[in-house]
């Protein structure tokens, strides 16, 4: 099973963009779906995570801008980005939680990561 993102760049402050996580397995293998980040020299955080079950959080820091949705047609899932600030600048790696067992038990599937820069 692989996730690859796709729509990392480089934007000035205030821009947009979106980002695309397509899986090569249907997206509905996974207990949830989302989006988490790294700063430079940071740790990774969690920016947006959507459920099977539909429901969705956010962040404190991105909720408003960014939103987070799936095309289960496509097996894709996207963020897209508004009103983007410096302080968003990271690499952004898709998640996917695939239930591997009939009680639910899940393991953590990542994407090789796409690298939003935003300039001020």
């Known amino acids: 099973v692989q996730l690859v993102e796709s729509g990392g760049g480089l934007v000035q402050a205030g821009g947009s963009l979106r980002l695309s996580c397509s899986a090569t397995?249907?997206?509905?293998?996974?207990?949830?779906m989302g989006w988490y980040r790294q700063p430079p020299e940071k740790q990774r955080e969690l920016v947006a995570v959507?459920?099977?079950?539909?429901?969705?959080n956010y962040s404190d820091t991105v909720k408003g801008r960014f939103t987070i949705s799936m095309d289960n047609a496509k097996d894709t899932v996207y963020l897209e980005m508004n009103s983007l600030k410096p302080e968003d600048t990271a690499v952004y790696y898709c998640?996917?939680?695939?239930?591997?067992?009939?009680?639910?038990?899940?393991?953590?599937?990542w994407g090789q990561g796409t690298l939003v820069t935003i300039s001020s």
């Open positions: 397995r249907s997206v509905s293998s996974f207990s949830a």
């Open positions: 959507r459920t099977s079950a539909g429901i969705i």
């Open positions: 998640n996917g939680k695939l239930v591997v067992n009939v009680e639910g038990s899940t393991v953590d599937v």
